[in-house]
Every structure is written in C-alpha cells, then in structure tokens.
T-cell receptor, first 115, second 115 residues
Framework: DAGITQSPRHKVTETGTPVTLRCHQT?????MYWYRQDPGHGLRLIHY???????DKGEVSDGYSVSRSKTEDFLLTLESATSSQTSVYFC??????????????FGPGTRLTVL | GNSVTQMEGPVTLSEEAFLTINCTYT??????LFWYVQYPGEGLQLLLK?????DKGSNKGFEATYRKETTSFHLEKGSVQVSDSAVYFC??????????????FGTGTLLAVQP
C-alpha cells in the first residue's frame, strides 16, 4: 500500500470557521491531488500540485485553497467553511511514468461535516 | 470536453452471478482508462487499467476491454462473491504534452452481492 495518510479522519465544524486538512505521503511522488466525493457526483478534483509550491485548480476549486511547502505534505484549506462543503475528502498521489498512464494512489479519506 | 458515464446503481446480484457494469467515455486525444474500487469506509484502489485501444485490463477475476469504436470500457466478472460488494468507479486520463495525471471519474456504481 502507498504510504498516504490524511488528518484528521473525521471533523465536525461550524459554518464560517476555517478548516485545514492535511495529506502526508512517504512515497516521494511528484503529484498530489485533493478530491471531494459526494453522492451522485463521484469524485471531483478540487486542486492539485505538480511540485513543491506548484499548484493548480481543479473543477471545483471555489472556496478552497492549497499549499505545498514540502514534497510530502499537501494542505487543503477551507477559509470559511459552508454547509455545501460537507463531504468526504480524498487525497491522492501519483508519479510521472514513462508509459504515461496515470495510476493514482488514494488516502483513506477525511469526513468533514459543516453545521 | 472529457467525461465518463457509467450505469447507475445499485446493482444487486446473488453470489456466483455474472457482473457487467457499463462505462462509456468522451475524450479528446487518446485516454487511458481505469476502474477503481472503493470498499466500505476506505479510499479508492486501482482495480485495472488499459492504456490503448483493444487492451484488456484484468485483475482479481475482473476484466475490461478498451473499445475505441464504441468508446466503452465495461467491467465484467464471471462469478461475483460477497467480498466484491463495493462501489466501482470508471475513470479516464488524458495527457496534453506535459503530464498532469488528472483523472476524470464517473459517478460510481454500488454493487451489492448477496449470499
């Protein structure tokens, strides 16, 4: 199993509060991703990183920011949480492969509830 | 744009039944195709993949063939077990020059296998 951990695993917070989720990897993979999983939507990409300090937006980036100051850590921040951000958040990692297919390895997920 | 459509669930089968979960895609360029599986309470795991037309991915008794002419990547298993109960996600990835390794997921199909 790829060495990916997420913290916290569960969090309940109130509307308007800031929240930071952490993804930590021990695989030295270049790419890291944050997804949210919601019923009827599958997984949707929030932000991704292609190197230290290099990040870009995914399809549902509004209301989220990310930072990557070290290869192993990728942080997702909700500056002011809203109820619509209640979801399960998954981190994933991958590396550049010569064959160009893009297997991603997923963390265990963080269940966030915004009241 | 790029998208994945998979059959809605839940799919309920008896043990040893034949399984098909349909997946079709729309993509520019030449996508790689994947099936991921999510067991209850866990993150996603790669089940199988195919990187070019007519490739067959297989793993744990599951198979899927990359059909470019029908833009499909249907998942099949000849005899399901209770332990196969999970959510199955079809996904694609298309690289444009510099690899971003981004995945686009379908909405997922819940499979429930009854003893």
């Amino acid at each position: 199993d790829a060495g990916i951990t997420q913290s916290p695993r569960h969090k309940v917070t109130e509307t308007g509060t800031p929240v930071t989720l952490r993804c930590h990897q021990t695989e030295n993979h270049r790419y890291m991703y944050w997804y949210r999983q919601d019923p009827g939507h599958g997984l949707r990409l929030i932000h991704y990183s292609y190197g230290v300090k290099d990040t870009d937006k995914g399809e549902v980036s509004d209301g989220y920011s990310v930072s990557r100051s070290k290869t192993e850590d990728f942080l997702l921040t909700l500056e002011s949480a809203t109820s619509s951000q209640t979801s399960v958040y998954f981190c994933a990692i991958s590396n550049i492969l010569a064959s160009s297919y893009n297997e991603q390895f997923f963390g265990p997920g963080t269940r966030l509830t915004v009241l | 744009g790029n998208s994945v459509t998979q059959m809605e669930g839940p799919v309920t089968l008896s043990e040893e039944a034949f399984l098909t979960i349909n997946c079709t895609y729309t993509a520019t360029g030449y996508p790689s195709l994947f099936w991921y599986v999510q067991y209850p309470g866990e993150g996603l795991q790669l089940l199988l993949k195919a990187t070019k037309a007519d490739d067959k991915g297989s793993n744990k008794g599951f198979e899927a063939t990359y059909r470019k002419e029908t833009t499909s990547f249907h998942l099949e298993k000849g005899s399901v077990q209770v332990s196969d109960s999970a959510v199955y996600f079809c996904a694609l990835s298309v690289n444009y020059g510099g690899a971003t390794n981004k995945l686009i997921f379908g909405t997922g199909t819940l499979l429930a296998v009854q003893p």
